[in-house]
């Protein structure tokens, strides 16, 4: 499956963005990639500061909640974007439930997943955050970036293409997966 691409200079938000590409036109897949945010949102309503150089994407395909329970689906979400970091990080990354990555007990990731019913059909938006290269600061949590892990600069670009592989690699595969075995259904 080939997600299509769109591509932002400045917009409020990558899911609401998406929500609007589901809405007004035929696409059943893609991924939106923003170079800045200005109205992130995360889990809860919480804001999600969007520094530009770090990654803001939306992905969203077409779903049969019958096969996968939302938390199923966010497990799974959270699996991928922690397969998209090792490529860069080679340490240990933590999934810390129900949506958050996190490295050396700080975070460097969040997912905001929503549903849409369009015609008949589920789709499902996940928005996914990533720290590249500054970290913002967050009453309670402590956050990171890959640049301060790795002294290694990421482009969002090239982080995004990456993203897409593994999500085209795996969108077909979500209604046979076994949850029960994920991890070797990632590798």
Known sequence: MKLKKFNFKIINSTNDRAFQIIKKTNNKSGIVIA???????????????????????????????????????TKINCLLVK???STFYKDKIVVKKPNDLLINNMKISGILQETLSKSGKTFIIVGIGINLIKSPSIKGYLTTNLFDLTGVKITPNNA???????YETFIPLFPKFNIKNIDRNLK
């Open 35 to 73: 170079e800045k945010q200005k109205r992130g949102r995360g889990q809860y309503g919480k804001k999600w500061t969007s520094f530009k150089g770090n990654l803001f994407v939306s992905i969203f395909f077409q779903v049969n909640m019958v096969q996968l329970s939302l938390y199923n689906l």
């Open 83 to 85: 397969k998209l970091l």
């Open 160 to 166: 995004a293409l990456k993203l897409k592989k593994i």
